[in-house]
């Protein structure tokens, strides 16, 4: 199975930047969507922003103009650019990529999710 592996995590200034990064630990064939989740302790995992393997992306308003995802399709690796971090951006990032194909008539799709990177944001 593979991994996904998430980085760039890290203790960020109000205001502050970071990139996150979201490397496959093997190749995944017929990708449909990449996303970033997030998670805190006392919440449930929320979605950040999504892009389709056709390159359309998606923001949460929480986020929209701050935060920006981006992939390198022969990579396969996703990156999620956050800028203008305040508080309520603490949270453990979660990377996810769903494939879908056919066998057959079957569908036969796939979700990966990374471990998580840890974003902390504090003065």
Known sequence: QVQLMESGGGLVRPGGSLRLSCTPSGTIDYIKIMDWYRQTPVEEREFVATLTYGGAA??????????????????????????????????????????????????????????????????
């Open 58 to 123: 998606t923001y949460a308003d929480s986020v929209s103009g701050r935060f920006t995802i981006s992939r390198v399709c022969a990579k396969n690796t996703l990156y999620l650019q956050i800028d203008s971090l305040n508080a309520e951006d603490t949270a453990v990032y979660y990377c996810h990529i769903y494939s879908l194909t056919h066998k057959g008539w079957t569908p036969d799709s796939k979700d990966y999710w990374g471990r998580g990177t840890q974003v902390t944001v504090s003065s």
